[in-house]
């Protein structure tokens, strides 16, 4: 049995106490979390988040990307959010490697130049300014006033906020 | 106050209890959960996920794109994970517009036009199996051999695996 197998007896029992059939497809909090993908981050335990909350966007290092910038312009100009939450966290994987290297080592396995960036970083608190700075600078975004970035501690379970 | 603000005093209830402060970098369950980013999808109620399981990658429509195309490659190659799995859902935001139409608007709004695809989509499966045929034809995505895409119901709860 697949690890997947045992995830969709989960999700019978899910379906089985189901009681949300009705909600609205504008989320809720009229927020979008922008988080890292990291296994100990759980943005619904953390933030106390609710089905019909949010829309929760989450890569590898909670990084932005195209692909945010995409997805956070369909939630703002489509769905109606406004505020924009970022959380990294501590003991990050995106920080113990670096772009070079992770794509010199696929080039050598694969005989292939990744045609991305690892987008791999050095400093935790300067990448959540990076991120931020990416969404502020973004022409399709249309709500950039209230973007707030954060480091979550998995140690601790706390939530720190990133000065900016 | 900024919903933010109200998600922080969640956050600071979780910390107040966390226990889950020594757990590994790589996912347990050595599994990549890729979702769309719709608020009524919660991968961690649905699948009975916890803290330490599996990554959790989310964006708007749960499509694949290079920004997913390198998570995946970092989840697996880094961090240990084997098998992947997608989920789209009924009532999504992204059968309900078209790339040009989106693209049109932004355009005439701000002047610029995207330099990104919205990923929009008009069949919930031919996406989904096309998010899985990205993942399998991805030369720097090691292990395809468990790929398996799905569709959440969010009227019933249920999810539903997508026949290749």
């Keep these: 049995m697949s690890v997947?197998?045992?995830?969709?007896?989960?999700?019978e029992r899910y379906a089985a106490t189901f009681d949300k059939g009705t909600l609205p497809l504008p989320p809720a909090k009229r927020v979008a979390v922008l988080a890292c993908m990291d296994a100990r981050l759980n943005p619904y335990g953390l933030l106390g988040l609710r089905e019909g909350d949010a829309h929760v966007i989450r890569n590898a290092g909670g990084v932005v990307t195209a692909d945010?910038?995409?997805?956070?312009a369909i939630s703002q100009r489509l769905l109606g959010t406004r505020e924009i939450m970022l959380?990294?966290?501590?003991?990050?994987?995106m920080l113990t490697f670096t772009d070079d290297d992770f794509k010199r080592q696929?080039?050598?396995?694969?005989?292939?130049?990744?045609d991305w960036s690892a987008e791999a970083f050095a400093d935790l608190e300067e990448d959540v300014?990076?991120?931020i700075a990416r969404i502020k600078a973004d022409p399709f975004i249309p709500h950039t006033d209230i973007v707030r970035g954060f480091i979550y501690d998995v140690a601790t379970?706390?939530?720190n906020e990133v000065p900016v």
């Excluded at 997947?4 to 999700?11: C, F, G, V």
Aim: proline fraction near 3%.
């Design 157 to 159: 379970g706390k939530l």
């Design 68 to 72: 945010e910038r995409r997805s956070l």
């Design 129 to 131: 300014r990076q991120s």
């Design 106 to 114: 696929i080039h050598s396995e694969t005989g292939i130049k990744p």
């Design 4 to 11: 997947i197998d045992e995830l969709l007896a989960n999700a």
């Design 87 to 93: 959380i990294h966290h501590t003991d990050c994987g």
